[in-house]
């Protein structure tokens, strides 16, 4: 059973290096519009256009992802 905090069970293989914005939601489990919202505000995971598509590093979006722990 996938949880949707666990976001190395929804990255797709590791061979895939770039995700869209669509992809990079479900991973993170948020919206796209979160991450629309967090790159306008410029405190979201770093975004690259390859062909004119905005996508994300896999490894950074979830390096950016860990990074936003809260201690309980």
Do not use: N
């Amino acid at each position: 059973m996938q949880h949707k905090g666990d976001v190395d069970s929804l990255a797709p293989a590791r061979s895939a290096q770039f995700v869209s914005r669509k992809h990079a939601a479900k991973i993170l489990g948020c919206s796209v519009r979160h991450l629309e919202d967090v790159q306008r505000r410029g405190v979201g995971p770093a975004t690259y256009d390859i062909g004119g598509a905005l996508r994300y590093d896999l490894e950074e979006l979830i390096a950016w992802a860990r990074s936003r722990r809260r201690a309980a």
